[in-house]
C-alpha cells in the first residue's frame, strides 16, 4: 500500500500543526484546510483516503460539513473522523448520525488519533466494495489499475480507468457530462464538457478490441450509461 491521503479541516493551526507533525510520513500525506471552503477546494483536486473533520469551524460547522459530504456522491465513501472538544454521549451520537466513521476527543494524542486513523482505514476499505468490479466479461482491477477481458490486458488511460471505475461501479444508470465531469475530473475542475465526449471516445475504442464497445450506451439528450443489456 501506498502512502494514504488524510485532509484535515480544522480552523486551530495548532493542531493542524500537530497532526502534520504526528503523522509518519511513510505512511500519510496530510493536506490542510483551516475551513469548509478551502476544504471543497482540496477535495476537488482529488478525494482524500480519510477526512479528519473539526467539530466547530468558522462558518460551515463540522456537522452540517460531514452531512453533506455523505449526501454527495462523489465524497460520500471517504471516511470521516470528527475532532471535538465535546465528549458528551448525545454529541457523539449526532456526530455519527451525520455520517462520521469515529470520533477523537480533544486533547487527544498523536497515538490515539493514529490508531483510529488506521482502524478507519482498514474497517472502511471493505466497505468501498471489494478491490475489482467485473461485469461482461471485463474484470477491473482497482488496486492494480488494470482493465482484462480474460486473460487479455486491455491498456486505458488514466482518465478512461477512472470512467470506467465509475460507470462500472453505477451500472445501468445516466449520468450527464456534468455528472461524469464532477465524479470522475473532480468538482470545480476546468474542464469543458466536450471532454468527457473525447475520453468516452477513448474508453470505447479501448473496449471495441475485445468486442465491449456496446457496454458505453450515448442516451439521448441525457448523458451516458454503462449497460449489460443491449441498447
Ligand atoms: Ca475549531
Known sequence: MGSKDILIVEDEAAIREMVAFSLPSEAFTLRQAADTAEAEVLLSERLPDLILLDWM?????GL?????LRRDEYTR???IIMLTARGEEDDRISGLEAGADDYVTKPFSPRELIARIRAVLRRSSPDRGSDRLEAAGLTLDLAGHRLHYGQRQIELGPTEFRLLR???GHPERVFSRGQLLDAVWGRGADVEERTVD?????????????RREGLIQTVRGAGYRFSTRKE
Request: charged share 20%; net charge positive; hydrophobic share 50%.
Open 57 to 61: 469551524l468558522p462558518g460551515t460547522s
Open 198 to 210: 473525447v475520453h468516452i471516445l477513448r474508453l470505447r475504442k479501448a473496449l471495441a478490441s475485445v
Open 77 to 79: 465513501g471517504v471516511p
Open 166 to 168: 465509475h460507470f462500472m
Open 64 to 68: 452540517e460539513f460531514a452531512r453533506r
